[in-house]
Every structure is written in structure tokens, then in C-alpha cells.
């Protein structure tokens, strides 16, 4: 597996990730750049797009998902609560959504994903090997806003106790939205939000 690491244009900086499996067939995660950006890589790499994974479907996180699905003939995943087709959740339409606990396989690429709603209704993370992404609904240190349309900082609690229940190792890497990577421990540990949420709190996001 190839694995790159796409910082985000100003000001929202969004992270996106492309990974390109051993047979060559390339999965993208949160498409926030410009559809020429994933081009680059991909040709350079001789890969081909075949999966697209959106954590969210917030407008800075599906900016060119629609442009490569069209151009790759690629599978695009976003959940259906997510797709509005308005100025903040742009997409109108995916090819799939997720089930709770599933697993979407790219060749050795296992992604099993977890719903997570509270920055979104339709927000999930996406475990893959020792890598975590997790769209906005845990950054390094801190967690994604609750006070957006469709937000519920309610259920971002119940999310976050989620998170920390799940059989995780300690060392994944925690791959945000935005902003620094961290390791699950590290937050399991330190982050002010996950451990509020963990003793019962709703009302702190």
C-alpha cells in the first residue's frame, strides 16, 4: 500500500488522503482538493480511482467528489443524511452509504467504518489497518463543531463514548479533518472531550 497525505488549500485546510493498494486500485478519503491534485498522484502512480469515502458531506470535505466519480467511473460513498445537494452538504446524490460495522475492501484496503454523527448527521470514521480517519467528529485534542446545521451535541457525546469502546489499538493514528495527527491513546488519554463524554456529559460541545 501507498499511502499520501494531501494538506488542504486556506483557509479550512481540510486533510484528504489517497491510498493506492497493492494491485494498483486507488481509494480516496475526503476529496477536499482539486480533482487535478488526485490526478497527478494517481497517473504518476499508474493507479486507478476506484473508491471514493466521504467521513461527512460537508462542502469543504466533497469539493471535487462528484468531478472524479465522473471521471474514474469510481464508487462514491457518503451517507444519505448528508446529502442535501444545498451550500453546506453540496453532493445530492452517492452510490452507497454505510452499515454500522461494515467493512469496504480495496483489494488488502479494509476499511470498517462506524457511524459517528453529532458534527453531521451522517458523520462516520473509517479504521483502516493503523490509520483512523476521522473526518471532523475527533481532532487532535479536540473535536468537530456541534452548533452547524444538522450538528447535535448530544449525540456527539454518544459518538465520542462510542469511539472509546471501540476495539481500537492505542498506536492507530488518529487522521482528523483538519488540523494535527495524533494517536487513539493519546486521545483516549488526554482529550478534554472524549473523557467528559466518557463520564456522561452531553452539554460541554
Known amino acids: 500500500m501507498q499511502a499520501f497525505h494531501i494538506p488542504g488549500a486556506a483557509p479550512l485546510y481540510t486533510n484528504t488522503f489517497l491510498l493506492i493498494s497493492d494491485a494498483g486500485h486507488a481509494v480516496i478519503i475526503d476529496p477536499a482538493a482539486d480533482a487535478q491534485t488526485y490526478d497527478k498522484i494517481l497517473k504518476k502512480n499508474n493507479a486507478q480511482l476506484t473508491t471514493i469515502l466521504c467521513t461527512h458531506g460537508h462542502y469543504d470535505h466533497v469539493g471535487s467528489a462528484e468531478a472524479l466519480r465522473t ?92 469511539l472509546a469502546k471501540l476495539p481500537i489499538p492505542r498506536g492507530t493514528q488518529v487522521l482528523p479533518g483538519h488540523g494535527e495527527f495524533s494517536t487513539f491513546g493519546d486521545e483516549l488519554d488526554n482529550n478534554y472531550f472524549i473523557r467528559s463524554a466518557v463520564r456522561g456529559n452531553n452539554d460541554l460541545f
Open 71 to 162: 471521471e474514474w467511473n469510481a464508487k462514491l460513498y457518503c451517507e444519505a443524511a448528508d446529502l442535501a445537494g444545498d451550500r453546506m452538504y453540496p453532493l445530492s446524490a452517492a452510490d452507497c452509504g454505510y452499515a454500522e460495522g461494515e467493512t469496504v475492501s480495496v483489494d488488502e484496503l479494509q476499511f470498517t467504518v462506524w457511524h459517528t454523527p453529532g458534527h453531521t448527521p451522517g458523520g462516520v470514521v473509517l479504521l483502516c489497518g493503523e490509520y483512523l480517519f476521522c473526518g471532523d467528529t475527533l481532532f487532535a485534542g479536540s473535536i468537530g463543531r456541534t452548533d452547524l446545521e444538522g450538528g447535535s451535541s448530544a449525540q456527539m457525546a454518544e459518538s465520542l463514548r462510542k
